[in-house]
């Protein structure tokens, strides 16, 4: 399963084609292979969610300065609706992951981000600084990455109903997460088709920087990361 089909027609499903190698990397990932077949190490997991959550709350902050860039209501209406979607539902991926890890939520939280997750929303934050289809760029491989992995799955493997993560799993596969990635795709697909060639060349390479911030905020929880000095 490929994240653009050979017959799909537009700028994002260049840009799906263009990448299909970092999304398969992203699914490939060890991380990502743990949480398919339930073995992924608990402090590994609570590793993911405390950085994640401070990952949102950027994503949160980017849909901001889409606000700010929106020409008419109707993309302030997406952007209302689509942070009250991660504020209101996307903490549910977050519980399974601490009710798998034994944890609660607030014992989850950390107050220092990593390295690589600053540095993801650093990227994320700049594109905001740009112009809004670069933004968009820039945001878009977090929805599609993981509504395609979690559709992949799904489809290919059917969990059972007692996979211990079936509930994350399930969440980024149902039509409302799945619907984010397809909104935002017809709405970066409008824009481009208005971008001149350098603005089109900025918004490529934004996605695909995001692509491999996706499979290194992986890394990050997989390798446990923190500030290190080279000597240790
Ligand atoms: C590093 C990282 N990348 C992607 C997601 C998933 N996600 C975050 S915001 C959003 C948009 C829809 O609300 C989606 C799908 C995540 N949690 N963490």
């Given at each position: 399963m490929t994240a653009a089909a050979t017959t799909d027609t537009g700028f994002t499903a260049e840009l799906g084609r263009a990448n299909a190698g970092l999304f398969d990397a992203f699914y490939e990932h060890p991380f990502l292979a743990g949480m398919r077949d339930g073995t992924l190490a608990k402090e590994k997991v609570l590793h993911y969610v405390g950085q994640d959550h401070q990952y949102l709350s950027a994503y949160i902050r980017c849909y901001g300065l889409g606000m700010a860039m929106s020409p008419d209501r109707r993309w302030m209406r997406h952007f209302h609706d689509s942070a009250a979607f991660i504020l209101d539902d996307e903490t549910h991926p977050h519980h399974v992951l601490c009710d798998y890890a034994g944890t609660s939520y607030e014992d989850a939280q950390v107050d220092r981000l990593a390295p690589t997750a600053q540095a993801y929303i650093d990227h994320m934050m700049a594109a905001g600084r740009d112009s809004l289809g670069v933004l968009l760029a820039a945001l878009l491989p977090c929805p599609w990455t993981y509504t395609w992995a979690a559709d992949r799955f799904v489809t290919e493997e059917?969990?059972?109903?007692?996979?211990?993560l079936l509930g994350w799993w399930e969440f980024y596969a149902t039509r409302d997460t799945q619907g984010v990635t397809h909104k935002l795709r017809g709405l970066l697909d409008s824009l481009a088709e208005d971008a001149g060639a350098g603005e089109r060349a900025r918004m490529a390479r934004a996605f695909e920087d995001s692509c491999h911030h996706e499979i290194r905020f992986w890394q990050m929880a997989w390798s446990l990361e923190t500030w290190t000095a080279p000597d240790g």
């Open positions: 059917r969990p059972p109903a007692d996979h211990p």
